[in-house]
């Protein structure tokens, strides 16, 4: 199972953003799926996270201006950004909770990361 994130760049404070995040190889289903970011000097969090009947959660510093999305068809999860602030200055990663054969337990995946820069 591999994850390819796309969409980071650089972005004045205020501007929007959209990350997408596309699975493939070999499995069974994709259960949750979620953004991480992992800001300089700080450990990785959970931005937000979505569950395969498109229930979502979002870390109260970004709620109201993050919205995630997933296009099951797809295998696909996005991450539409708006009103940046240096704040969210990080690399995001995106991951998914898949089960690779019908039989075995659900693992964690995780893409390469695509960096998030907000100027001032």
């Known amino acids: 199972v591999q994850l390819q994130a796309s969409g980071g760049g650089v972005v004045q404070a205020g501007g929007s953003l959209r990350l997408s995040c596309v699975v493939s190889?070999?499995?069974?289903?994709?259960?949750?799926m979620g953004w991480y970011r992992q800001a300089p000097g700080k450990e990785r969090e959970l931005v937000a996270g979505?569950?395969?009947?498109?229930?979502?959660n979002y870390v109260p510093s970004v709620s109201g201006r993050f919205t995630i999305s997933r296009d099951n068809a797809k295998n696909s999860v996005y991450l539409q950004m708006n009103n940046l602030g240096p704040e969210d200055t990080a690399v995001y990663y995106c991951?998914?909770?898949?089960?690779?054969?019908?039989?075995?337990?659900?693992?964690?995946?995780w893409g390469q990361g695509t960096l998030v820069t907000v100027s001032s």
């Open positions: 979505i569950t395969r009947d498109g229930v979502s």
């Open positions: 190889g070999r499995f069974f289903i994709i259960n949750g």
């Open positions: 991951n998914c909770r898949a089960k690779e054969t019908v039989e075995s337990s659900d693992f964690d995946y």
